[in-house]
């Protein structure tokens, strides 16, 4: 195998390579060198993650998501959208769509300009707990949108180090052994939501990530009375938006739209990922 064909694709700033799989070509004993070498920055393509769609007997196809240490993640609304996008532009599917992932069947539409996708129905919501972080109690809320997030209301997220706290709340043993996502949101005077993420699997933070802005507004909505859509601006300055239907503390109907732009196509050669 001298090179492998993909799309670089980005949402809302949260970027992905993206594999058409489908005839099952690219071979799993290559895939940790593929997907770590792949998605190191400035020493191959770089990539928040590695998206490989595939065949399914149920739906319009399948996806195995992969961030960028190689770990396997059960769903990711950005590259969501992303491979949405991806399936349309290549005849996989239409506008309208099905496809799996191991947070289960996944909808989408595509439109013009953005992508919008039914979430899983939001599951474990726990609010307004203490984290002990050194010692020292932190208010924080946690839920799982298909993967687990905290989410942690904060003065000012320019002023928040996101990459130090974050890293303490990925790892902390109330979350073990898996660990967790950590989001930090701000409302400003004007109502404006900010948001910033650490990411699990990139381990560091991220200029977008889709489920934890799902998270975010669904907390939003348990602590603070917002009511859908949820806008929320992210890290790389793209909104993103969140719909949802609530009856007393459950969630359902969530949906996440936003931009899945096309970077470009090109095709990986093994220096791409040979260390």
């Known amino acids: 195998m001298k090179s492998i064909p993909f799309y670089k694709m980005s949402g809302s700033g949260n970027d992905f390579i993206i594999i058409d799989n489908r005839e099952l070509w690219v071979p799993d ?9 792949a998605c190191r920055r400035k020493l191959s393509v770089g990539a928040d993650g590695l998206i490989l769609i595939e065949p399914s007997c149920v739906v319009d196809f399948k996806w195995r998501f992969f961030n ?13 959208r992303c491979a949405a996008r991806f399936a349309f532009l290549h005849g996989i599917a ?11 069947i996944i909808h ?27 010692d020292n109690p932190v208010r924080v809320s946690s839920i799982n949108t298909g993967v687990p997030h905290v989410v942690m209301v904060v003065p000012d997220v320019e002023q928040t180090d996101v990459v130090s706290m974050g890293r303490r709340i990925r790892y902390h043993q109330e979350f073990a052994p898996a660990g967790t996502n950590a989001n930090f949101v ?13 990411e699990r699997g990139v381990e560091d933070e991220t ?69």
Request: aromatic share 8%; net charge negative.
């Open 29 to 37: 004993a290559q895939l940790p060198d593929l997907i770590k070498g």
């Open 68 to 80: 960028a240490d190689g770990s396997v993640a059960e769903m990711c609304g950005n590259g969501a």
């Open 94 to 104: 239409g506008r309208r769509m099905a496809f799996e992932t191991l947070a289960g």
């Open 207 to 275: 200029l977008a990530c889709g489920t934890g802005n799902v998270a975010a507004a669904l907390i939003l909505s348990h602590t603070q009375g917002l009511s859908s859509p949820v806008c929320l601006t992210t890290r790389s300055g793209s909104t993103l938006t969140v719909h949802f239907s609530r009856q007393a503390n459950r969630y359902q109907d969530v949906y996440l739209e936003g931009d899945a732009r096309v970077i470009y196509s090109a095709e990986l050669w093994e220096d791409a990922w040979r260390t």
């Open 108 to 134: 989408a539409e595509v439109g013009e300009d953005a992508v919008k996708i039914r979430m899983t129905d939001p599951v474990d919501l726990r609010a307004d707990f203490d984290l002990y972080l050194d």
């Open 186 to 198: 701000s409302i400003d005077s004007s109502n404006k939501i900010s948001i910033r993420t650490y």
